[in-house]
């Protein structure tokens, strides 16, 4: 299985403190332990900004960064070895594990925060923090802080800034390494093969839930722990519901059946949608939809490259969509008329994708200094137009209404233009229903 290698966590860290002012400390919790219900608990998935800077997959664990500390600048504080509660949950890594096997400098009992935290803190000027997205986490840190400003009579020095760590980190998040974009063509590929089987599988009759049992089967067959985000899919009418969740009504002969579903390896995304039809053949009109939307994702990929801005692969689905529909009937207008009043959003009310990587809607500002961000090499980024034609549009002719049509694809930025991704699944009307097609004879 790829994953990020152990060196690339140190590289990380030490590019934030090359970043931070001197004389700085940062603190980042790791994620905490989500009950589902009673004394049930989700499966555990770290903090996206922890694993980033650690790699490490434990709860109850605090990272500190002090550059410049004689001691050592990276330390963790998780819990400690413990023979009864391991037969029950699970090897820990301990002190030595958090030196050994994940880089820190030095590792302290979880349990002993209280007493050597502040000390840490004592005489900084700046503390960086994940300020706002950890309530429970925000307490304690003032609670440090608070011995500290308690001792102020006895010499003791509180910081007097504090800042928001997002700033920093999210920016480093958002430009991909090579080991990065190679864990998430791994992603890709295993979403990309799990699109494809229940492409193969799918039939009038089977539930929704059906379909999504085949994703879940391929995710994990694939090597991945769970998918990156809830799995939609939706069938028929459903297909309009831009997050539907319910995955249990029936697939029906003649429908089409929207998936949009992605894994995670390593804890990053990947997230791809297809749209095909239940019983392998579209309609005249659930073709003239798919290739417009294709039509419109194919223009938007032209539009990804280096110094070209965020909204331009936007700016041109719309203008795709808006042309198309016109010349289908479903819109009337001049083109131009119809984008400036935004006349589209009856149909296409979503933009054209979002930045990607640990988050499936990834960290990183879209917008500099109030201007589209201009896109860079290895930021990574969803292309996903969408039509939907809600099944109670009484503005269009009856034949249209209940499509609902999305497109999705994975792209990394390159030096030319850009690499998607998940190209493993088919996308043309003559390439998927030759593979439902195919599907259905070996079945018979």
């Not at 940062?26 to 989700?42: G, M, Q, Y």
């Not at 004689?70 to 400690?80: D, K, M, P, T």
Request: with cysteine.
């Amino acid at each position: 299985m790829i994953h990020i290698p152990k060196s690339e966590y140190g590289r990380r860290r030490k590019a934030l403190m090359a970043q931070m002012e001197p004389n700085s400390i940062a603190i980042l919790p790791a994620a905490a332990v989500a009950i589902r219900n009673r004394d049930v608990e989700h499966v555990y998935r770290q903090d996206s900004d922890f694993q980033y800077l650690s790699g490490f997959p434990e709860p109850q664990a605090v990272l500190v960064l002090i550059p410049g500390r004689v001691h050592g600048e990276y330390i963790l504080f998780c819990r400690e070895r413990n023979a009864e509660r391991e037969l029950w949950d699970g090897l820990r890594a301990g002190q030595e594990g958090a030196i050994r096997d994940f880089g820190a400098d030095d590792a302290f009992p979880i349990t002993d925060i209280d007493d050597i935290l502040p000390g840490l803190i004592e005489g900084r000027d700046r503390v960086y923090s994940a300020m706002g997205s950890n309530p429970e986490f925000d307490r304690h840190l003032m609670e440090w802080i608070n011995v500290i400003r308690s001792k102020a009579n006895l010499g003791a020095q509180p910081p007097n800034e504090f800042v928001a760590l997002d700033h920093l980190l999210h920016d480093m998040r958002l430009y991909k390494s090579a080991a990065e974009v190679k864990v998430m063509r791994e992603a890709a590929r295993i979403s990309a093969q799990a699109h494809v089987r229940a492409m193969q599988a799918s039939r009038a009759g089977l539930h929704e839930f059906s379909l999504e049992a085949e994703l879940d089967y391929e995710f994990r067959k694939g090597g991945a722990k769970m998918p990156a985000y809830g799995s939609i899919v939706a069938a028929g009418r459903n297909s309009c519901i831009l997050h539907y969740q319910q995955n249990d009504a029936v697939l029906k002969d003649g429908d089409l059946v929207l998936i949009d579903a992605g894994c995670e390896i390593d804890c990053y995304a990947s997230d791809i949608t297809r749209t095909w039809p239940v019983n392998g053949k579209y309609s005249a009109e659930q073709k003239a939809i798919y290739e417009l939307v294709l039509a419109a994702q194919e223009a938007a990929f032209a539009e990804i490259a280096p110094n070209k801005h965020w909204n331009q692969a936007h700016e041109a689905t719309v203008r795709v969509i808006t042309r198309g529909l016109v010349e289908l009937g479903l819109l009337q207008g001049e083109v131009d008329e119809l984008i400036a009043s935004e006349a589209y959003k009856a149909f296409y009310m979503h933009r054209a994708g979002h930045w990607l990587g640990m988050d499936v809607h990834d960290v990183g500002e879209y917008r500099v200094g109030g201007e589209w961000r201009v896109l860079e090499v290895g930021m990574a980024l969803t292309v996903e137009p969408g039509i939907y034609i809600s099944p109670n549009n009484q503005n269009v002719a009856k034949k249209w209404r209940g499509i609902g049509v999305r497109i999705e694809d994975d792209v990394v930025v390159t030096k030319t233009g850009c690499e998607i991704l998940t190209k493993g699944v088919p996308k043309t009307v003559a390439e998927i229903e030759a593979l439902m097609a195919q599907a259905r004879t070996q079945a018979a």
